[in-house]
């Protein structure tokens, strides 16, 4: 512990002089910002799931961050934690002076008020199964909560985590949602961070207002308003005439915006491309034994699995469809630059048609088989369909007859809570909601999770098993690489895409804006400076 | 008259609850709000939670049965998304898209009755064949193009008007000209016609054999008399614009009821999509009364035969 402790002191300083920096020179003028969504827009912790991430991040705060480039954690409102017991008790000292947008301190009885909200029934958070393993919270005095499971959580800093996506365990105001009630705190919401709350008209704006000398990072703008904009070409017509200062905008625009001179930044490796193939559950209800790639023959279902990456021209995908920002990969739900990963992991499962139709033809389908592609557009993942369109038409050279299903995901996602998709495929971007592969995974393939969405595996189920209880961080990384990695690479689980970026436009008023690598979607609002 | 007035309200309280019913139907059959609301890790007892929360485990029949006897009492219920009360939400949006409708038509008026009355004047000539093109491009060109066009033109060449969003009267202006300039080429059109056939009437002959000022014949005698088809025309359009300017609003990102609608219609957020049909169709039959009232108004041969 006493390197974090080192950095977080060296952090805690660093903000302390942007703090005093920044009093000199106060917020200044609005930043307009247009995205496309705004998810559920709901403001309290048990009704947001994750994918308000973008909005709410300048308004709320976690007990803790991550240096992006260590993945260590650091401290946030919580200067200083201890974790004992082999992971099983985690203390979190609380920073003193931290105050709420209404002038209330923040105390530790807040933080077990938001833990307890996000994990009770019927909570809409991403975070519930998580939190559920609390066995209890005990306040021991206003600045410290200790946090006890039954079994070890040795990653339970990562659910508290303001520096990944969708980790929005921002710490709520106990006194406030008590006395406003929650639907007084839903039209008028409260938390920490650097931009309060002003005014929220749903589906068109959110606005927030600068926290003067607030403790962490004076913003540098005083507004910051949230425009919502469907149409990817009004956005970018909103920034080149100046109606908008940054964009959200698909990597399938790049060339078009690098021509008319706007400027853009990319944001590395925010999410994972892949194909999942569903029906991989044989101990489900819903299993289906005929589907050709979880057949009961798992050596059959794995060369299936196999041919239908060989099929695919990953490197194409990546160019075409992501207008060439993401890295082609084979291993799974790893990013290039992760001490995880090896260059053999990394290396994509290679474009061979004539073999995938050979290994199809070894295992009794010479003539392919029928399948279906499910067309599902995710938030801030618009390129999906296209991908699976495009993944669709390489296994139709093979002899697959794929028959193309445009659905809905308020429809799709009742499919993956029942299961009900066993020989179907579908286009799937996962953001990095958690720094280890097996973290996302254990919510992806893991059986005994609360819901697994794509596969499982009793010997997937033995790593997860390990991991989880494993504190050594070096020691979870030789699990990763040499045993997990390796096996999930032979394994082939579904079709292997690779790593996305995403691009940012922004207009002539943003300065700097230093991004959290592998972080989807638009933050550190707080640090984006006024350009010279 | 008031019989005829007491029946047509009452079949447009009957084509309301048909409405109502209908689409109270059609958004069940889309999908379930509790699969969006909630994560995909969530488990089947947070499903059956919200579900009972937002009263959705109920029998359809019932969910119907509450549904009606709540709009009744003027209840429209709140949304499953923000859980705020629908008529909030419908109040919020209702300005924006009254601000747009009202402008659009106005502009479609004041473009579409004028050019139209001097075309048919003028009918051959250079005016008339400029008009005519004005209406076939006007009817011809998608509103999403022509706003992408206008905002690309007036935004980002010129620099001199907003690209998007509601703010300053500035803000209007290209919206209002993408919704316009559709029904103003259509007014154009049936002023046009109306005027024609008006032109060549015994009364307008006579007018002018009387020596009046050729103006005071157009204005006074001539678009008086052609303007009936219009006004009817004009007003359904304007009811129309309320609901159905999605395509505008959402190229220019404008907070409307359209948009308020369609996005509650990709979020299943029931209530709020059956309310907004309810008031578009409420404005709809209203519109449609009116009409049929002012028709009777203006035109005493259809008054005379209904009594």
Redesign the interface.
Known sequence: MRRPLRIGALIVTASLLVVTSEAATPPEGTLTV?VATFG???WLPHLY??AEDVVLKPWGENLLSRDPRTGELSPMLAERWKVADGGRTWTFYLRKGVRFHNGTELTAEDVKFTFTQIAR??????L??EFRLIKNMEVEDPHTITVRFDKPSVVFGNKVNQGLFASMAFIHSKRYIESVK??GA??HPIATGPFRFVEH?????IVYEAVENHWRATPHFKRLVF?????P??RM??L?????DVIEIGGEYVDELKKVGVRTITMPNVSWVYIILGGQWPTKPTYDPKVPWAQPDAEKARKVRLALNLAVDKQAIMQRMLGGLGTALGSWLSYPADAWNTEALKKPYPYDPAKAKALLAEVGYPNGFETTMNLTAWPGRGYLPDVGEAVATYWEKIGLRVKRRPV????F??D??ARSYSGVALAYGAPLVAPEPWEVMY?AGYTR???C?FMEHPRFDEFIDRLSIQPSHQERVRIMRDEMGPWLYDHVPGVAIGAAHAIVGVGPKVGEWPLIPGHMGFHNWEYVTRAR | MGRYLIGRVLQTVLSMLVVISIVFFLTRLSGNPVNLLLDVNATQRDHEILMHHLGLDQPLPVQYAIYVKNILVGDFGTSVLTRRPVTEHIWERLPATAELGFVAMFLSVLIGVPLGMYSAVRRGGMLDSGARVFAVLGQSMPPFWLGLMLILFFGVVLGVLPAGGRGGPLHLILPALTLGYFTSAAILRLTRSAMLEVLGSDYIKFARLKGLHEQVVLWKHGLKNALLPVVTFAVMLFVQFLGGAVVTETVFAWPGLGRLILESITTRDYPIVQAGVLVLSALYLTGNLFVDMLYSYLNPKIRHARA
């Open positions: 247009a559920n827009e709901r799931p994750g029934e019927g909570s809409a958070s991403s519930a199964p929650e639907e839903e039209r008209v749903r589906g068109d704006r425009l919502k904009v469907p149409e070409s009004t017509a909103m080149r005439a100046g109606s908008a809905d995901r308020a429809v996602s009742a993956f809570r919510r999770a609360a819901l969405l």
